[in-house]
């Protein structure tokens, strides 16, 4: 998916770990994957409250 959205010009942000398999076992790069997603909103997404 992330490919198939860089063809098109889609800057896509995603987390690859070496050490990990489809998902986050190891709870270090858990952390860090909800620290990313809290600041996702913020980085990502126009406020609705204007």
């Not at 063809?7 to 489809?22: A, Q």
């Amino acid at each position: 998916m992330v490919e198939a959205l860089k063809k098109k010009g889609i800057d896509v942000p995603y987390m690859v770990k070496d050490d990990e398999g489809h998902g986050f076992r190891n709870e270090e790069n858990r952390i860090e994957f909800y620290r990313y997603m809290e600041e996702f909103p913020t980085k990502y997404l126009e406020s609705t409250t204007e």
